[in-house]
């Protein structure tokens, strides 16, 4: 029953459906924009406003859903959310106004506030404790490769009709589900939740614990960065004068080297625990963004801050996860997957806004320094207290 790099098949499985999933939701979800504005009509901050919604839903419930899961078990909502997805997704045909695009993004970020921290307590769940930051880095791996591999394809299915689009999405969720149900069977691994413990009271107890609310509180310009490489990295790139065409093939480039680097770099790392690296990576990133201010060209700022950022993200990416495994207590893997995923959500959506509000009141370089140094001040402060996040972890 030993599967990819020695570990437990159903590890592979996993992973498996994780790629599966996000190959068919960014090759529709990045069409979506396009949809909305050019064939419904819709104006562009309403849509905003919408994305800005599913983000919210998803990370509001996320940790109401992996509490649930440590009770209720992982697999059965996974296959709820895998279907309901198959369900919900192929539905922005019918969006015909702004209550319609409301509805369909709250139901969509529903699905997706499942989906995230099960699938994440689940792999943890299943690989050995000296093992997940590796796992955990090869299901980003297998993301990153699935979005390349997803959106490719999407546009010139697009040319032929959104509906085309939608079914193929519809069916990669149904695929999803299926491969949850055939190779998933029997009972999996699971801590037991302690027995005074209940779904409401495991999710407010993540938010009352000193050190995860410490730590969340630094890492969360994790996700804040990410959100300003795809969202507003490209709306900046626009602005200097750059075409679609460079933008996507330098973006395109952060997947390619997260795909190859991320889990020989988690391997080598993982020995010496989550927390070591992590500011490390806070530095990487500060000096990513710093690139968008300081290079004269925006050309090879795109170039230089893409390519430096991915080697911040390759440390990240399965680090940051793996921090939050050590912080939780027995039983409650779930819950607290559940609340970071709450944390990455409203980090990476607020950050187009941040960094709109800021380049319009000062100019983009303005915008980018100000990401700059909170990474810094989150690297220093993740550098001096890692020794206190490894005695405290479990």
Excluded at 128 to 139: C, E, I, M, T
Excluded at 247 to 255: C, D, K, T
Excluded at 318 to 344: E, F, K, N
Aim: charged residues 10%.
């Amino acid at each position: 029953m030993q599967g990819l790099l020695g570990l437990d098949r159903r590890i592979a499985v996993v992973v498996g459906a994780n790629f599966l999933a996000i190959a068919a939701r960014m090759s529709l979800v990045q069409f979506l924009g396009i949809y909305f504005s050019h064939r419904v009509g819709l104006d562009v901050a309403l849509i905003g406003f919408g994305f800005l919604c599913e983000s919210l839903a998803r990370g509001l419930l996320a940790p109401m859903f992996g509490a649930l899961s440590d009770r209720v078990g992982r697999r059965v909502l996974l296959l709820f959310s895998a279907l309901g997805t198959a369900v919900i997704l192929p539905c922005f045909l019918l969006v015909d106004g702004p209550a319609a695009l409301l509805i369909w993004s709250i139901a969509l970020g529903t699905t997706g506030a499942i989906n995230m921290p099960v699938a994440s307590a689940l792999l943890l769940d299943l690989a050995p404790p000296d093992r997940r930051q590796s796992v955990l880095a090869l299901n980003y791996t297998g993301m990153s490769v699935a979005y390349t591999l997803g959106v490719v394809p999407a546009g010139f299915i697009a040319e032929q009709g959104y509906g085309f689009l939608a079914a193929s999405s519809a069916a990669g969720y149904v695929l999803v589900a299926l491969l949850y149900a055939s190779a998933l069977r029997g009972p999996l691994p699971m801590e037991k939740a302690a027995a005074e413990s209940s779904v409401v009271r495991d999710t407010l107890s993540t938010f009352l614990d000193a050190r995860f609310v410490l730590f969340a509180g630094i890492a969360f310009v994790f996700p804040l960065s990410m959100g300003m490489l795809v969202l507003a990295s490209p709306l900046w790139s626009a602005d200097a004068g750059l075409k679609e065409g460079y933008i996507g093939m330098v973006l395109g480039a952060n997947s390619i080297i997260v795909a190859v680097l991320a889990l020989p770099v988690a391997t080598r790392i993982e020995s010496h625990g989550p927390f070591r690296y992590l500011g490390l990576a806070g530095a990487i990133v500060a000096a990513a963004l710093a690139c968008y201010a300081l290079v004269p060209s925006a050309a090879m700022a795109l170039v230089a801050g893409t390519i430096v950022y991915s080697f911040g993200e390759v440390i990240f990416s399965s680090a940051v996860p793996a921090a939050v495994a050590r912080l939780a207590p027995p039983g409650r893997r779930g819950a607290y997957q559940g609340g970071w995923t709450l944390v990455a959500s409203l980090a990476m959506g607020s950050a187009l806004v941040l960094c709109g509000l800021i380049s319009k009141a000062a100019g983009w370089p303005v915008a980018w320094l100000a990401g700059a140094g909170l990474a810094l001040v989150a690297a220093a402060a993740l550098f001096v207290l890692r020794e206190h996040f490894v005695s405290r972890a479990g």
